[in-house]
């Protein structure tokens, strides 16, 4: 069993920076691929950024590429998604999900372990 739950979402003006974090427990979570994924208002959640349990491979949304980027500290059993020039698109809540694999993958539903999420509202 993984437990996930994230922070760090919040209020931003566009143009702006946020890093949410992703905190892990649970047995052996540091071997875990992890993935963030984003839903706003009246659409499906979709993918924004995954990486493998080394993070030495990371997959970003093609939307997001060159602002986004993934990481994660095994000692601390925390991923980040650090958000740069944001816009008003981005604006939705932010979910964490752990698998119980070490590879890594876009697809949600091979993402077993899922947080509450964090809003990240990005104004003009």
């Known amino acids: 069993q993984v437990h996930v739950v994230e922070s760090g979402g919040g209020l931003v003006q566009a143009g702006g920076s946020l890093r949410l974090s992703c905190a892990a427990s649970g047995r052996t979570s540091s071997t875990y691929g992890m993935g963030w994924f984003r839903q706003a208002p009246g659409k499906e959640r979709q993918f924004v950024a995954a990486i493998n349990w080394s993070g030495e491979s990371t997959i970003i949304a093609a939307s997001v590429k060159d602002r986004f980027t993934i990481s994660r500290d095994n000692a601390k059993n925390t991923v980040y998604l650090q958000m740069n020039s944001l816009e008003l698109e981005d604006t939705a809540i932010y979910y964490c999900?752990?698998?119980?694999?070490?590879?890594?993958?876009?697809?949600?539903?091979?993402?077993?372990?899922w947080g509450q999420g964090t809003q990240v509202t990005v104004s003009s």
């Open positions: 999900a752990g698998r119980t694999s070490v590879a890594i993958t876009a697809i949600q539903n091979r993402y077993a372990y």
